[in-house]
Nanobody
Framework: VQLQASGGGLVHSGDSLRLSCTVS????????LAWFRQGPGKERERVAV???????YYGDSVKGRFTISRDNAKKMVYLQMNSLKSEDTAVYYC??????????????WGQGTLVTVSS
């Protein structure tokens, strides 16, 4: 299974950005998928999760601003980020959990895409 994240860039506070992640693998629809991020000098943070049945979880810092979605036919997972803040600046990673438990068994990771939000 391989993941490829894209869509990062430099934006201003208040702007929106959509990240995309392509996921290879025949059983994509059964995976839990997630976006993580790691800001400068910070620990990795789980941003959003979408399980195979559609259950979604968000980190407290992004609730109401970010939306995770998936397209099983295209084998894609997205992260729509609105009302971006400088503290959202980070490298964003997509990850896949074949167990669909979304409890830390994130076996597969993409390479990361940098999001920089200028104030």
């Amino acid at each position: 299974v391989q993941l490829q994240a894209s869509g990062g860039g430099l934006v201003h506070s208040g702007d929106s950005l959509r990240l995309s992640c392509t996921v290879s693998g025949r059983t994509f629809s059964t995976y839990a998928l997630a976006w993580f991020r790691q800001g400068p000098g910070k620990e990795r943070e789980r941003v959003a999760v979408i399980r195979s049945g559609g259950t979604i979880y968000y980190g407290d810092s992004v609730k109401g601003r970010f939306t995770i979605s998936r397209d099983n036919a295209k084998k894609m997972v997205y992260l729509q980020m609105n009302s971006l803040k400088s503290e959202d600046t980070a490298v964003y990673y997509c990850a896949a959990d074949p167990t669909n438990l979304a409890r830390g068994s994130w076996q597969y990771w993409g390479q990361g895409t940098l999001v920089t939000v200028s104030s």
